[in-house]
């Protein structure tokens, strides 16, 4: 979910300038912000403006925008502070805005939109349009009814939206929910002592946003609506009727609960535990559920088709794919995890003949099985590839890349350079890498050098110039270069 594609233009292009003053190292000229966005002098001001305002309604002695006469700077303690500000000017976003209100469940008048942002209805119907091509792939919509905003969607797709969306805006800094006290969370998840146990900071504060944000939009009358077919392919009966008289002490709903206890299964910190995984497994294995028979043909397959496993092998990874699988069965059409990741696209493009090989797996998987949640494969496949990296080099199956270092620097800062080259890039990419030409002949698909020789030019279908010490700009202007070798060898 990239949050950056459905903020408004005024905020994109405050945000634009905010990351070019944060890169620099001293204050950067107007002219220079002319130069480097190709904006006139009167835009970049009234966006300087906005920035400055920004600043001083953000209050804090951390960050601090300073105005020379022809120059500015952004002078801030830590990348925290600098966050803060960034996640403080995206909340103001329109599009963010209203997104944050219909997930919690609140009505959204039109006129108060249009009143708030002083923007015109055309405005907002453009900014509405771009909005619901990112809801689309999430089989979510905003539609208008009687003057208000209403979110579309089944109610499982919305609540696993929001806590993508909630936590991608956050990252759990501060408590975004008004509607429910911290306090209230907290106490709930030190009563379950088994949500305590597995699971580090970060997970932990993920399970407080989630359980907040299903009792808001029970409170609001979005309900999740469990069947009783349903309910007994992740428990059983007697499990069903285990007395929960406790939660009465929290005031929360009992099938808010359970749909809870469902999300905690499709974590692999919850099933690390060993008390928990035996129980969980043993039902599913008793039960011959959709979850577990996948699982088990999915390892059988994966075996067979991708690289042998052996038993331990298979032991470390299942609570991973089974997982994987059993949130796939709960949201057969969410493409990611509640941290974002799992990006199809990038990962087809970095590893094409890895992603075709699992790609083909996972569709004769859904033939012999006819499981729906094989259906969901950007959310898989990079799930899977990331089970081949624990078990072998991850660019095995690519095509060779030959990259030919030949500069005029000393040799321990030759190789200082290399060391910084394979450490980003020797992972990701099936690379031989050369000092010398051993054979006169050879043709480098990419030659780093920091000299202009005129044979560099039959040496190489690639070349690029690197100072004495790779910045970000060369390593980013390498990876693009890398990703076009490597498609152009498999289009082959």
């Known amino acids: 979910m990239e949050l950056g594609s459905i903020i408004d233009n005024f905020t994109k292009r405050k945000l634009l300038l905010l990351e070019q003053l944060k890169t620099a190292d001293d204050f950067v000229s107007i002219q220079e912000l002319i130069t480097t966005t190709h904006w006139e002098r009167k835009t970049i001001l009234k966006y300087l403006d906005a920035l400055a305002e920004d600043c001083s309604s953000f209050s804090s002695d951390e960050i601090v925008l300073i105005k020379a006469e022809q120059a500015i700077i952004l002078s801030y303690s830590t990348y925290k502070s600098y966050r803060s500000l960034y996640l403080s000017i995206i909340n103001h976003s329109l599009p963010i805005k209203l997104l944050q209100d219909l997930l919690l469940g609140d009505s959204v008048s039109i006129g108060r939109c249009l009143n708030e942002y002083f923007i015109s209805e055309s405005t907002l119907k453009r900014q509405l349009k771009k909005l619901n091509q990112l809801l689309s792939t999430y089989y979510l919509k905003i539609a208008q009814k009687k003057g208000v905003f209403i979110l579309i969607g089944a109610e499982h797709q919305i609540r696993i939206f929001a806590y993508t969306f909630f936590w991608l805006l956050y990252r759990g800094k501060g408590w975004p929910f008004t509607a429910v006290a911290e306090q209230k969370i907290t106490d709930l998840l030190d009563y379950m002592e088994e949500f305590s146990r597995p699971w580090n900071h970060s997970k932990h504060r993920q399970l407080h946003y989630i359980l907040a944000l299903n009792l808001i939009r029970y409170r609001k009358s979005f309900k999740i609506q469990l069947s009783k077919e349903q309910l007994h392919t992740y428990f059983s009966q007697a499990y069903l009727d285990t007395p929960r008289g406790w ?216 070349t690029i110039y690197i100072p004495d010490r790779l910045r970000a700009q060369e390593i980013l202007d390498i990876e693009k270069v890398l990703i076009k070798i490597q498609q152009s060898k498999t289009i082959k």
Do not use: W
């Open 247 to 462: 939660l009465n002490r929290f005031n929360y709903p009992e099938s808010e609960i359970l749909f809870f206890f469902i999300l905690s299964q499709s974590h692999e910190n919850f099933l690390s535990v060993p008390s928990f995984k035996k129980e969980i497994l043993t039902f599913h294995r008793a039960t011959h559920t959709e979850v577990f028979e996948s699982t088990e043909q999915f390892f059988d397959l994966f075996s067979e088709q991708i690289i042998p496993l052996s038993e331990e092998e298979r032991e470390k990874s299942y609570i991973s794919i089974f997982a994987n699988h059993l949130f796939c069965s709960v949201f057969p059409a969410f493409p990611e995890e509640m941290t974002g990741f799992t990006n199809a696209s990038q990962f087809s493009e970095q590893f094409p003949v890895l992603f075709k090989k699992l790609a083909n797996m996972v569709e004769q998987l859904e033939r012999q099985t006819q499981f729906s949640l094989f259906k969901n494969k950007d959310f898989l496949i990079p799930n899977y590839a990331l089970l081949f990296a624990s078990l072998t080099d991850i660019t095995s199956f690519e095509s060779e890349i030959t990259v030919c270092f030949d500069t005029d620097y000393p040799i321990l800062m030759e190789k200082r350079i290399m060391d910084i080259f394979e450490s980003y890039f020797g992972r990701s990419f099936n690379l031989t890498i050369f000092f010398k030409i051993d054979v006169l002949d050879t043709k480098f698909d990419l030659l780093l050098t920091s000299s202009f020789i005129p044979c560099f030019d039959e040496m190489a279908t690639y």
